[in-house]
Every structure is written in structure tokens, then in C-alpha cells.
């Protein structure tokens, strides 16, 4: 029996769902009027500034709180070293863990400067991108950002490098750079606010969704995949991302003909995708797309496949057996950069990738428990839990999913260790998604555990504060779910007689909660 609606992104959100956080970029988020030096409009006609951290500047265009490109000193150079720098070096390792880039091309900055030219592409919603490296007074400087913040990368370069003063910078010349620039623009045209509103529409889609707040996460999605086609236009393969999260969102809220259809035109699109993760993904989601349709049969195979394709964007070693020990959270670094407590780094698509392979293991234990397979299932839950051990990937959104999906598989496997996991759950739940319905569905399980033990009382104590959350977010929940709350009221109005109106009173209360015609019942 289904018994919970599926959260899509879960941790996602740190590599997958939306952008680096704001900790992931020097400066941080929260602009700071102190020490910025004005650099004019990007070519979006965006005013642009710059904050400079230890040599290093953060460029910060129109309205978006995130940088929106950055330039770095890279020791000294000259113009024999500009290509080792943009080809093979730690510089351009970190780009290609957040882009994709054509190769690069020579050209000049401040006016006779040489420089080389990447057009990139970011993994992470399909956004152009521009890289450069340059050679000014026998000192390397290294810039990314995206593409209408060229024309502003090439200043910020010349104020570093002392070669113009911050005054004259707004009105720099356009030079060389600037003929790709508008090639490029040409047949896109958007700002640092578009991008900036397309990741905190992801976001917010991510939040909602992990609060099991599908109406709102539907809405954010569709609104952020609007803004992505209005600038990458309908068919480019990097709007099936957020095009299969709408999908998701629609099949978790009943509307699977609805989904069926999203799926099938991202499915279409997502062959050229950027993101390596893209069809392993697609291959997830469908599958949680078949267990809300309460087909683990169909959604199986898909599990195994979409497993298959985040193993392949694995080191090996990443997924050796190790044994599970206490370990600290995975933390993003530098520029998107995850690395776990053991101190192997991970960039974003390896952090995806690794959560990937968790969550499908743990949605394979639950397709296997509901065909009935539940020593198969006990496996494949606690190969995940030691796989996110090994890691230390301890966030809570993750980790109370673990234990509430180890809890059940015990309970059909009859092993009576389930009790202490769904405490566990629910403990991890209530500090990382206070007052949403993924907390309320937990104490329902929980009461479901004590009437199998025999605990009106306590089911009842637990049932009470479940419905009572679920009221207040005007949110319902499975007629399954419910059932064991509606025994824990009965039983208590057959002990205590003299609360029996009181008791069915409130029992019919919380049955109107249900989703179904356990009301009728």
C-alpha cells in the first residue's frame, strides 16, 4: 500500500534541483555597499559592481544577490602560458565541473591584451556562459561569468591588474571580446536577474517540494521553466530538467495522464542535455511517477536504470565498501565543490550522482516491499544507509527519509526494529521540516506502530498532534495512513466510556482529513 507522496529533489537541491548556494561563491550572497567599484552595465544594460576578497573579485550585476562572474589572479604568465591555464590546469578543473566549453579562442582585451575565449554552457539549467584568461603585466588572471557579463569581466580584469583605474572603467572601449559577445546575444537575450530568478524559482520549487507543498512546487517549476525557454527557447534539451520536475510534481498531486505527457517531451529533449545527471534523473522520476500510479512492478526496472546511469558518473572507489562510522556533513565548497568528511572533494555532478544512488537504493526498497519482497527490500534500504554513512552525508531531509523508509521495510520483514528508525524519523523531520506535512505523515506511521503494540493510548497522543499540524496546513492525507488513528480513537472511546461522544466526535473529525472515502466509511 502506497502510504506517502514522493519528494522529488530531496538534497538535489545542493548540486541538482537549482544553483551552488550562497556559501559556494567568494563574497557569499549578501552584497555589501563597502569596498564595491562601480564597472557600468553588462550588455543586458545591467549596472554591474565589484568586491574585491584577497585578489580576487566578485562581480555583482542588476538585481540577482548571487555573483554573477569572477576573476581570480593565477600567478605569473605570459602569453606563452594562456593556453596550459585554459586547458589543463586546476583553474579550468573547476570549470568543467560546472560547465560545458567549446575550445578555446584567441582574442584581445584592454585593447591589446591577449587573451583565450571559451563559450561554455552551464551544467545546471543550461544558462550561456563565458570563461577567459589573459595575460597583463607578465600576471595571469582567470574570469568566468555569464554571458552578458563579458564586456564587465574584461574590466574588472584591467582594474585588478592596475591596467585602468576604476573610474575609467564604465567607459572602456568595447573591445575584441565583444564581437563573440554579440554574436551569442544575437539569439539570446537575457540578464544576471533572469539567471537569478530562474535559481530562486528552483529553489523555492525545491523547498516546496520537500515540504510535500506540490501546488506551490508546481507553480515554481513551471514559472522557472517559462523563464528558461523564454531565453533558450522551447526545444533546448536543458529545459527537460525543470520540464520533469512540473511532471513530478503533477503525478505526487494525482494528475498522472498529465505527467505522463510532460515526461514524454522531456524525454525527447534531454539526449543534449548538459547535465550529466539529466537522463538518470528522468529515469528516477519516472519511476516515482509509476509508484504513485501503484506500479513497483514498472517502477523497478526504471529505479535500476536511473541507478546505472548516476553509478557511471562515479569514481569507482566512491562506491567501495566502507564501513559506516560517525563522519560530518557534506558541505559545498568553492564554486559548487562538495566534499565529505573523509576529504575526498566531489564536485556538483559527483554530489548529485551520490545522492542519486542512495535514493533510488531506498525507492527500490520501497517498490520491493509493496511486491512483497521484503528480505530483498531490507537489503536495498541498508545498502543505502551504509552508503550514505560511508560519506557522510548526514543531512537531515536525507537521513529522516532513510530511517522512515528502514522502519517500514522492518516492520513488513518483521524484524521489530522499525520502532526506534520512525523515532529517529521523526525527530529528523521536526528539526529540518518543522510544521509541513512529511512530519505530520511520520507521527501517523508512528501511531500506526503503537496500535500494532497494542498502544491506544500513545497512537492517540500521536494521531493528535498529526491532524492537528495537517489542519493547519489545510493539507489531507491517504485513507491508509489514517486508518490506525481511527482504530486508536475507537478503542479509547470503548475504554473510556464517558469520553465516547467526545472521542467519535473527534475520530469523524479526522477522518474528513483523509483523501478518499474512509469519511464515507
Known sequence: MRSFKLAACLVFGLAGCAGPPPGAYVGGS?????????????????????????????LFCGTWEQPSGHVARGGPGDANSLAQAATASPWRNSIDNRFNCADPTPSNILGDVPALLMSCTRKVGGWPQEALVAAVGGQLYMADGILPTLP????????????????????????????????????????????????????????????????ASERAYRAALILQQKTLGRDNPNTAVPLMLLALQMSN?????????????????????????AMPRLRHYQALNAINKGEPAVALPLLKAAEAGYIAVLPPDMLAARPPRIRGPVTVGGHGAGSSSDGMLMDPDQLTALIGV???????????????????????????????????????????????????????????????????????????????????????????????????????????????????????????????????????????PALRQALLAEMFAAAQIAQGGITVQ
Not at 496500535?451 to 500521536?462: E, I, P, V
Open 253 to 277: 498531486q494525482g494528475r498522472t495522464a498529465e505527467a505522463d505527457e510532460d515526461f514524454a517531451r522531456a524525454a525527447r529533449l534531454i539526449g543534449r542535455a548538459d547535465d550529466p545527471t
Open 30 to 58: 549578501s552584497r555589501s555597499s563597502a569596498d564595491a567599484v562601480g564597472l557600468g552595465t553588462n550588455a543586458a544594460g545591467e549596472p554591474c559592481t565589484q568586491q574585491v576578497q584577497s585578489g580576487e573579485a566578485d
Open 152 to 215: 564587465v569581466l574584461e574590466r574588472s580584469i584591467g582594474v585588478l591588474s592596475g591596467r585602468i583605474t576604476a573610474q575609467a572603467a564604465p567607459a572602456l572601449a568595447p573591445g575584441r571580446a565583444d564581437a563573440l559577445l554579440a554574436s551569442r546575444l544575437a539569439a539570446q537575450s537575457f540578464g544576471a536577474g533572469d539567471v537569478g530568478q530562474y535559481q530562486a524559482l528552483m529553489q523555492a520549487g525545491t523547498r516546496a517540494n520537500l515540504a510535500e507543498s506540490f501546488i
Open 358 to 496: 542512495i535514493e533510488t537504493r531506498r525507492y527500490q526498497s520501497i517498490a520491493l516491499r509493496d511486491l512483497n519482497r521484503p528480505e530483498e527490500a531490507k537489503a536495498m534500504i541498508r545498502s543505502a544507509e551504509d552508503l550514505s554513512s560511508a560519506h557522510g552525508l548526514r543531512q537531515r531531509d536525507l537521513t529522516a527519509r532513510l530511517y522512515r523508509t528502514a522502519s517500514l521495510v522492518d516492520d513488513v520483514a518483521r524484524q521489530g526494529s522499525g520502532y526506534g528508525a520512525m523515532q529517529d524519523a521523526s525527530r529528523d523531520f521536526a528539526l529540518s521540516q518543522p510544521g509541513t506535512r512529511p512530519l505530520a505523515q511520520t507521527e501517523l506511521m508512528r501511531a500506526a506502530q503503537e496500535m500494532r503494540a497494542g498502544s491506544s493510548t500513545a497512537a492517540l497522543d500521536l494521531c493528535r498532534r498529526a491532524t492537528g499540524l495537517l489542519r493547519e496546513l489545510k493539507a489531507g492525507t491517504s485513507a491508509g495512513l489514517m486508518a490506525p488513528c481511527l482504530s486508536a480513537y475507537a478503542a479509547e472511546a470503548k475504554r473510556q
